[in-house]
């Protein structure tokens, strides 16, 4: 099975604008989470959807969004860039038939942004 | 509410000399626990997953991690480091969401 892929890899923007990343699920699975990684804050959770619903929800402000897709696929968004939103985002699958609960998620490369 | 604590924040090995990398959680209920190594530009790996069968887990690459209920721990170990190694390791409770502690850095010595 091909595992999960984020697009694009990278990506440079300026303060103000906004930014919409990409994320594929490994086939069959239902659920996509979305995580933080800086070197400040380490690895936060976003929120995550399945059904194309979200069903959790981290402690972001409303500039992060996003959904997903019939086909499991997911975007995230963030509008109004902040310098402090440089950071790799990451994406995770999981089957997401157990309600979420104990789930092991299998994780794509990243979204690395830079903000300037 | 789950949380995890990663007890040292950078450990360096000699090739061939075991890796210990501590992790203690805290949970109302038993939770769930993984393993996940980073290396460096890449995404999160799987080493291993605390399912409740079995409170010694074996992983991937020669890992293993022993889940201690009364010392709510769950140290990773490996008998012998390989280069290879070197990352970054994430212990990680979960509920509907996955909780990472602050991240342990492995530098392996030749």
């Known amino acids: 099975k091909a595992g999960v892929t984020q697009t694009p890899r990278y990506l440079i923007k300026t303060r103000g604008q906004q930014v919409t990343l990409s994320c594929s699920p490994i086939?069959?699975?239902?659920?996509v989470s979305w995580y933080q990684q800086t070197p400040g804050q380490g690895l936060q959770f976003l929120f995550e959807y399945f059904s194309e619903t979200q069903r959790n929800k981290g402690n972001f402000p409303g500039r992060f969004s996003g959904r997903q897709f019939s086909n499991s696929r997911s975007e995230m968004n963030v509008s109004t860039l902040e310098l402090g939103d440089s950071a790799l985002y990451l994406c995770?699958?999981?089957?997401?038939?157990?309600?979420?609960?104990?789930?092991?998620?299998?994780f794509g490369p990243g979204t690395r942004l830079l903000v300037l | 509410a789950q949380s995890v604590t990663q007890l040292d924040s950078h450990v360096s090995v000699s090739e061939g000399t075991p890796v210990l990398l501590r992790c203690n959680y805290s949970?109302?209920?038993?939770?769930?626990l993984f393993w996940y190594v980073q290396h460096p530009n890449k995404g999160l790996q799987l080493l291993l997953k605390y399912t409740s069968a079995a409170t010694l887990v074996k992983g991937i690459n020669g890992f293993e991690a022993e889940f201690k209920k009364s010392e709510t721990s769950f140290h990773l170990t490996k008998p012998s480091a390989h280069m290879s190694d070197a990352a970054e390791y994430f212990c990680?409770?979960?509920?509907?969401?996955?909780?990472f502690g602050a991240g342990t850095t492995v530098t392996v010595r030749a």
């Open positions: 995770a699958s999981s089957s997401g038939t157990s309600g979420g609960l104990g789930e092991t998620q299998y």
């Open positions: 990680v409770a979960s509920d509907y969401k996955l909780s």
């Open positions: 086939s069959g699975h239902r659920s």
């Open positions: 949970s109302s209920y038993s939770p769930s």
